[in-house]
C-alpha cells in the first residue's frame, strides 16, 4: 500500500520475531537510520514502555516462582498494552513521524493465542484491547528456531520453554504474516546484522516509509 514519507499522524511499525532474531539490534538501528534522515522517531517495547506496563513487565518475565495461569498471562500482556496506548501512543502519533514497537498485538495472537492454545479469546479480547491501534506495517523477523536460540546468552522464563513451544510460535506468525500479506513483512533473519539491516531498509523504502539509501 502507497504511503507518504511524511504524514500528519505517526507511522506505526512493530516488529515481531522468535528469540535470537534481532529484534533489538533492528529497531536499534531502525532507530539511528530515522534520527539521520531527521525524522522524529518514538520506539516502544512490550510489555511496558510505562511505568505500570514495566511493573507488569516485571511480573510476567522475571518473578520466579510465581505461576501465572495462561488465562492470566494474557489479561496482564493485555493490559500493559491498554496502559501503552492510552498513555503514550495515542498522544504520540501526532507528536511524531515514526513510531516503532518492539512486539504488539501480533506477538499476544502468536504466544498466547497459537502456542498457548487459547484460540478464539484471544482474537477476541485483542481486537477489544487494541482500542482501535494497528501497526501500519509490522516486520516479522524469522529464523530457525534452533538458529534464533543458539545466539541468546541468557534465556528467560518463556525462552526455557519447550524447542516444540518455539516452533509452534515461528508457525503461528508464518500463519498470521500469510494471512496479512500487506502489513506483515517476511525478513529473513538467518544471516548477518548486516544483511537483515539491508532487507529492512528495502521494506521500508519500498512502502515509502523511510527515504532510500
Ligand atoms: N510476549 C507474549 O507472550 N505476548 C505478548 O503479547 C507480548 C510479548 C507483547 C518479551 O520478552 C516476551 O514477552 C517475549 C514474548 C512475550 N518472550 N520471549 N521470549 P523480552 O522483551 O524480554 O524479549 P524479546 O521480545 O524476546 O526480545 P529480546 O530479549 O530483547 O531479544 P531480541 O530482540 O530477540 O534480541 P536479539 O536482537 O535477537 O538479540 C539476541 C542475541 O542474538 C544478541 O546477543 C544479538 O547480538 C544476537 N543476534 C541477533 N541477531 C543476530 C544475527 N543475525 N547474527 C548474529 N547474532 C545475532
Redo the contacts with the bound molecule.
Sequence with gaps: MAKKIKRSKATFVTVE???????????KFLENFCKKKKLKVQVY????STKIGEEI?KI??YKKGMKLSFHT?LLL??A??TQLIEERLKKDSSEFDIIIC????D??L???GYALGLGKIVKKSVDIFSLGIKPDLTLF?D?AVEV?LK???IP?R??SRPLSFHKKLRTGFLKLAKAEPERIKIID?????S??YSQVKEVLAQEKILPKG
Design positions: 520475531g522468535l528469540e535470537g532474531c534481532g529484534k533489538s539490534s533492528v529497531i517495547h512490550e510489555p511496558g513487565r510476567l518475565l498471562e500482556y493485555l500493559a498494552r518492539d512486539r504488539f498485538y506477538s499476544t502468536v504466544y498466547q523477523l529464523v534464533g545466539r541468546l546468552k528467560d518463556i525462552e533473519a538467518s544471516g548477518s546484522l544483511d537483515i
